[in-house]
C-alpha cells in the first residue's frame, strides 16, 4: 500500500550537513506517522526522528539540536535535515511510516536505507 524511497545520502565531513528526503506513494500519507531510524554497523536500528500526523516531533538525545524532521503532506515528503555532522552519526538511515488501521491491526513500511558517511 506504502512506497517508501530515502534519497540525499552521502559522505560529509565533520561538521558538515545534509537533507535527507523520504517519499511516499500508494496511500494517504498524511494519516501516517513518520520516523527517521538509523542502523551503524554492529548496532540495532534506533530512532533518530519522529513527526506524528500533527506534526508533534520528537528526537533522540544524540541528535537533538542538530536534526530537524519536518513533513510536506502535499508532497507526500518527510524530511531530515541534519547539521553538525558527527563520525558517530554515520549509519545507515530508514524511512518508516506507520498507522493503527484498527486496536489491533497496524501499517508498518519501511524504505531501504540511504548511506549517511561522516568522516574526514
Known amino acids: 500500500q506504502v512506497q517508501l524511497v530515502e534519497s540525499g545520502g552521502g559522505l560529509v565531513q565533520p561538521g558538515g550537513s545534509l537533507r535527507l528526503s523520504c517519499v511516499a506513494s500508494?496511500?494517504?500519507?498524511?494519516?501516517?506517522?513518520m520516523g527517521w531510524y538509523r542502523q551503524a554497523p554492529g548496532k540495532q536500528r534506533e530512532l533518530v526522528a519522529g513527526?506524528?500526523?500533527?506534526?508533534?516531533?520528537n528526537y533522540a538525545d544524540s541528535v537533538k539540536g542538530r536534526f530537524t524532521i519536518s513533513r510536506d503532506n502535499a508532497k507526500s515528503t518527510v524530511y531530515l535535515q541534519m547539521n553538525s555532522l558527527k563520525p558517530e552519526d554515520t549509519a545507515v538511515y530508514y524511512c518508516n511510516a506507520f498507522r493503527a488501521t484498527g486496536w489491533a491491526t497496524t501499517n508498518d513500511y519501511w524504505g531501504q536505507g540511504t548511506q549517511v558517511t561522516v568522516s574526514s
Open positions: 500508494g496511500s494517504i500519507f498524511s494519516s501516517y506517522r
Open positions: 513527526i506524528t500526523s500533527s506534526g508533534i516531533t
